[in-house]
């Protein structure tokens, strides 16, 4: 199941072969900063219908997280959704051009998700399913910023504010380890949940 997942060559959700099918791939340096995912989402998909959502919307997530981060001295990656519009993606580069930060590296969404996320040392995420990837990749806990379906399992950490989210960036940051017990957690679920929407054809919501 994982192998398969992780190519692409599941396609009950259209944005799986968009994510994890390319060949293409990226090379860097080795660095001593941590380099920080920050994974955007569709802005026009459901901006409130996840509760305990520290930010006013999608867009508001992308730009409060990188004044945060931008003042910090890790890379970060943006990595826009696959399934993403032009117009969304127009948005989000007007965004990054007013940060005027080299800082800040935009990973095409034509290379492979899962190199992507390899080369990453920390991820940051609203309610993605990149946040269940992540930790079955790399055993690192993703960082969640709202009550995902999976926001109250041990292999992720939830921030509860912003607060909490600015002490984290600037202080604290640092990869997490999943323990054994929690990597198993981890996988199981992202089996079973999967098979759950493979069964009511998620796709019909793309």
């Not at 930060?101 to 990973?107: A, D, E, L, Y």
């Not at 806990?141 to 950490?157: E, G, H």
């Amino acid at each position: 199941f994982f192998k398969k997942r992780f190519s692409g060559k599941i396609d009950y959700r259209k944005d799986l072969p968009l994510a994890f099918k390319s060949n293409k791939k990226i090379k860097l340096k080795k660095t001593k900063n941590l380099r920080i995912l920050l994974a955007c989402h569709r802005l026009s998909d459901a901006n409130h219908a996840y509760p305990k959502n520290i930010f006013l919307n999608y867009f508001d997530y992308i730009e409060e997280t990188l004044k945060v981060l931008v003042n910090t001295k890790h890379e970060i990656f943006i990595r826009m959704h696959p399934a993403g519009s032009k117009s969304e993606r127009d948005l989000i580069l007007n965004l990054l051009n007013k940060f005027n930060s080299n800082k800040i590296k935009i990973i095409s969404t034509k290379i492979n998700t899962l190199n992507v996320i390899k080369l990453s040392d920390c991820l940051i995420t609203l309610h993605g399913t990149i946040g269940i990837e992540f930790p079955v990749i790399k055993k690192l806990k993703s960082i969640v910023c709202a009550d995902a379906s999976y926001a109250n399992f041990k292999f992720l950490k939830r921030i509860k504010n912003l607060k909490e989210l600015n002490d984290d960036l600037k202080n604290n940051l640092k990869p997490i380890k999943l323990n054994e017990k929690e990597f198993k957690e981890k996988k199981k679920y992202l089996f079973y949940s999967e098979q759950y929407d493979m069964k009511r054809k998620f796709n019909i919501f793309y």
